[in-house]
Every structure is written in C-alpha cells, then in structure tokens.
C-alpha cells in the first residue's frame, strides 16, 4: 500500500500509522517532523509551508516509487502539511513497513533525506515581529 | 512564444509577483527568460545562482529550449519535512 498525502489538515499520526504494516511485517518505522522553536535564536511564533502542488506531489510519487524498487516494502505512507502549521503540530509523518526493520529504516531515512533536497515544499518561519524564508538543507 | 512563470517562497517575495506570462523574442531558452525575469532587480540577480528551475513540473536545466504555453517554475532550494 502507498499512500501520499500534502495537506492542510493537521495529521492524526495515530491513524495514520495504523494503516501501515500487515502480518508479513515484522517492522514499521515512522518519523515525525516537526517545527523546531528558537534554530536561529529567535522565538518561532508559527510556520508556513509552500508547496508547488502537482510538482510535490510528483516528486514524492517518485520517492516512494524509488523506495519499494529498491527496498523489500510493503507499506509506505507519506503526509506532508502545507499552509500555517502550529509548534505543537508534526509538519511530516513517514511510516514505512517491511519484514525486516533494516530496510524499513533505511527506506525512511532516504524518504525524508529526499524530500529535504527534491521535494518543492518551502518553509517560513513567523516571529513577534517578522518572518523569513528558511532555505538551507537541515 | 509566450510561457507562464511560477515563483514560489523568496524569490516570489523578491520579485513581487506569484504568477505571470512572459513573451519571450529570442531562441526561447530557459535562461533568456529568467533574465527577463530578474532584469533590473539586483535582490532576485543576488540569487540567482542558487535558483532552482522546473518545466511542466519535472527540473531543467536553465540550458533547456521551452515551447510555447510552457509553465516554468523558479525557486530557492527547497527546505519541506
């Protein structure tokens, strides 16, 4: 199953992962990413993401598609937000199944590592007076 | 020929624009047009060389000849997750 979604709802991670993995799984690995307060030392108030749509949502299509040729997979679920996203809210959920956790962590590791450099998802952050475009690779 | 350009995150801030056609009167490569899109603005010229481009959605090369109606894509680095 593959499941890619960009959203402006917040995600339910809960429900989310348990769609992920079958009885041929002995793994599911998830990664959660979130807006960090105070990387640049200065308050973060809130984030928003662009997204260029149909591109993100091609690129991703792509990921997965490159993970399950390239790992034993069976599961992968992919839900980026886009639009004004809370501190206390995830920005990313990766869940990943497979039958071994070797290849379900390293599959996730290349999703997210992936999306950071090809995915067209920019984030800004919001501060008491201001705002500014982060565009450095993490 | 005329092509439509998306600008997305700073490089849409800096240009004051999301949206917008161009025509373009030369052999209509990629690169002629992001001239014509950053001419005059020394804060878009000033990143130019960190620009990502996109054609139809899928990256190019700012080598690449564009067709007529082409949507091209111009941004910063990505930075989502």
Redesign the interface.
Known sequence: MEYISLQTEPINVGLEISKCGSEADGAIVTFI?KPRNGSRGMAVKYLE????Q???L?ELEKIVTHVKRTWPVNDCIVV?RYGIVTLDEP??LIAVSSPHRAEAFESARYI?ET??????????EYYQDGSM?????? | MEVKVKLFALIKDVCGFQERWYTLHGEGRLSELVQAVIAGNDEATAMEHRLLYAVNGEYASVDCMLKEGDEVAIFPPVSGG
Do not use: L
Not at chain 1, 49 to 52: D, G, M, Q, R, S
Not at chain 1, 115 to 124: A, E, G, L, S
Not at chain 1, 133 to 138: K, L, M
């Open positions: 990413g993401y662009e997204a260029y149909p591109m993100a091609s980026h920005s990313i997210i999306i950071k450099k090809t995915v067209p998802i920019w984030k800004k475009w982060i565009t450095e690779h993490p």
